[in-house]
């Protein structure tokens, strides 16, 4: 017998158990199971050079140029054992002991490489307390293969590959982990993990790893839909109060439904109207006053595909003492502020970086030193291999010094969306100042770090209604398509 020690402790849903695990080996020639399949684009041409990862074979392939993989498994027919942490090849015997002390009731299961249930250990079930199981070789016979052997409670799931060679058995956890639908679904047999820079990684999960063509499995390339809109704070009257303009900046953002929008002049009293009429967003940030309260950068970005990050996430102050709630410096009159955050995709694990501002007017020393501590604040970010965009009211033209340092920096140069797609457009103004006119100065920008992306669309949206208008800026928006790999 060899002896294998697992601890996982219950207040996080604990598994604490001991395994001896013996089974007398039942040699046969194991089959051979082929995973074929073929990766495009949404209009089916293959995409050559993608990484497809088989998750618990811990098999690797390359798509070649034709977009195609194939994995070659051995798969045997019955699990022989239980382990719950790493172990080295041990000679097998005549019987199996489980020993255990749970939390809570946990589920064994066994199944084979083809995803078939495996041996009377499945029926099992390992109440609250302290538990002694034995199984005998009639109960757990094997043959030679790789196998998966599950652990399921209400809120946590477990799993572990078994491989017997000629008589012998290695074990090792292929994942432990709480979720709670995990364990009311059961295991899978196996899933692909599949990326490729550009596109969003995927994950196609396996209901058996017999063999089988997946036929054409489609990734999504990495789009984000971005704005940045002034919104206007609580300083007008009549026509324009926002009262009369709430529904317009609505209906904007349910209009083109972008992934995050960066507010400027955003104050509390606006915000609950705008995520009761826009439902699938919510706010990220905090206000620009030392009380948290006032004016503010904040992101408001789809809840319902993006999660923040809040490790990789903040406000600062544009000043001397960025880190000091309501400091300012270079002859600011008012507090000014940049909100970041990490936005994580919920279901493929990819991400960004979102950098928010509203600059100050009043000084070009407070614009170039903002537009130098916008930058070193990027270059600094934790995850530098991940995508960033940036969007701000920065009451900068393209001609001043600030925003040409942004575009001409060594340290990490942005490009405009918009200036990109319409480098010499004639009526790009964005500040009208309720007037609607389009040849103002233009001093709304989203920014993307250089030779990162591939600009697919850029607009400085007009919408009026009986020419009164969501704000007196117009609203831009832009979406890009990152060309390096996001990660996770």
Known sequence: MDTVYCRKFFNHITFIGIFLASVTAYPTTPSAAIITGRITDSLHNPLSGTIVRLANANLVDTTKLDGTFSFNL????????????????????????????????????????????????????????????????????????????????PEFYAQWKIMIVSGKMQTSVLSQRRTAQLAKSGSIA??????KPGYQNAIHELASVAGQDLGDIILSPFIIAIMSFNIRGPYDTGTNAWANRRDKVITVINTYHPDVIGFQELVPEYMADIVTGCPHYAFYGIGRESTGLG?????????????????????????????????????????????????????????????????????????????????????????????????????????????????????????????????????SGTFHNWTGTQTGDKIDYILVPQNTFTDLAAEIIHYQVNNLYPSDHFPIYAEIRFTKNPGY
């Open 74 to 153: 051995q798969v045997g027919n019955r699990v022989t054992s239980v382990s719950a942490s790493q172990a080295a090849f041990s000679s097998i015997g005549d019987k199996v002991r489980i020993e255990s002390n749970i939390g809570q009731t946990m589920q064994f299961r066994m199944y084979d490489y083809a995803g078939r249930l495996c041996s009377a250990i499945a029926a099992r079930k390992l109440a609250r307390g302290t538990n002694v199981i034995r199984f005998d070789k009639t109960e757990l016979p094997a043959t030679e293969g790789s196998y998966i052997m599950s652990a399921m409670a």
């Open 190 to 195: 196996d899933s692909l993990v599949i990326s």
């Open 295 to 427: 004016e503010s950068s904040r992101i408001l970005y789809r809840s319902d595909i993006w999660r923040i990050d809040s490790s990789n996430a903040g406000t600062f102050w544009y000043s001397p003492t960025p880190n000091i709630p309501g400091s300012m410096g270079w002859g600011e009159t008012y507090p000014r502020i940049c909100t970041h955050a990490r936005l994580v995709n919920k279901q493929t694990g990819v991400s960004f970086y979102h950098f928010n501002s509203h600059w100050a007017y009043e000084s070009q020393k407070a614009q170039d030193s903002t537009s130098k501590m916008l930058i070193d604040s990027m270059a600094h970010r934790r995850f530098t291999d991940v995508p960033a965009v940036v969007t701000g009211d920065f009451n900068a033209t393209d001609a001043n010094s600030a925003v040409v340092y942004l575009k001409q920096n060594t340290i990490l140069p942005l490009s405009d969306t918009y200036r990109l797609l319409y480098p010499n457009a004639p009526n």
